[in-house]
């Protein structure tokens, strides 16, 4: 019978013998998180360091100062991550919603249950599930699993997965099949994002050095 709990925890636990803890996400608050989260849409996160550097050295990396800073200004500090002028946007437009409907108030968004929560951050301009599951994970400490192109890369050469499956088919099938252990979740997703970058590449993986090697193929 086809155990979908036993399989993602045999990969669960191959990649965290492999590569340890992976101390996921960086960030020193969950305003930090969110902005990074917005920031890396698209991009590599060293891009996203040198933006999150730049708010920091201009003294915006706040949310007032992020409220009041005109788009342009911040495009600017952001140019870094690339996509500045739509980041820019997707920024104040998460600062907009939050000041409207929250009073600016960070910490009371994220208590809000995880559904609530999740669809008030996808009803947001600019953030989809990604974005959206980053900051229920990583800043609001939601037990909900973030996919990315890596995560659906690795199912599919595991023949767990068609190639065009969409973003809620793989999100249900992780937590559908696992208990909803917040600290797991943060763990897996940054596993899986560890073995896209250093073996899972999209030409050329490298399968023969690989942890995820015979994984499923009972
Ligand atoms: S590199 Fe090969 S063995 Fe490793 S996860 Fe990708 S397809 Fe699987």
């Known amino acids: 019978m086809f155990d979908r709990k036993r399989i993602l925890l045999d990969l669960y636990s191959r990649l965290y013998n492999a590569f340890g803890p992976r101390h996921w996400w960086p960030g020193d608050s969950p305003f930090e998180v969110v902005v990074g989260a917005?920031?890396?849409?698209?991009?590599?996160?060293?891009n996203v360091k040198k933006a999150i550097g730049n708010l920091k050295a201009a003294g915006i990396l706040s949310p007032d100062a992020l409220q009041h800073l005109p788009v342009q200004d911040l495009a600017a500090v952001i140019r870094p991550a690339g996509y500045y002028n739509i980041k820019a946007?997707?920024?104040?437009?998460?600062?907009?919603?939050?000041?409207?409907?929250n009073g600016g108030d960070l910490d009371r968004l994220l208590a809000e249950d995880l559904d609530t929560l999740r669809?008030?951050?996808?009803?947001?301009?600019?953030?989809?599930?990604?974005?959206?599951?980053s900051i229920l994970l990583y800043a609001g400490n939601k037990?909900?699993?973030?996919v990315d192109t890596y995560t659906k890369r690795i199912l599919f050469r595991h023949r767990l997965m068609p190639e065009d499956v969409s973003y809620d088919e793989v999100r249900s099938f992780f937590m559908d099949s696992l208990e909803p252990k917040i600290a797991m979740f943060n763990e897996y997703h940054a596993l899986?994002?560890?073995?896209?970058?250093?073996?899972?590449?999209?030409k050329n993986p490298k399968c023969r050095e690989c942890p995820a090697r015979g994984w499923n193929d009972e």
């Open 192 to 202: 899986l994002v560890h073995l896209g970058h250093t073996f899972c590449l999209k």
């Open 38 to 46: 917005i920031l890396t849409q698209n991009t590599a996160w060293r």
């Open 89 to 101: 946007l997707r920024l104040k437009h998460f600062w907009g919603f939050l000041f409207q409907k």
């Open 143 to 146: 037990p909900t699993f973030v």
């Open 119 to 133: 669809g008030k951050l996808l009803s947001i301009n600019g953030i989809g599930p990604e974005t959206a599951d």
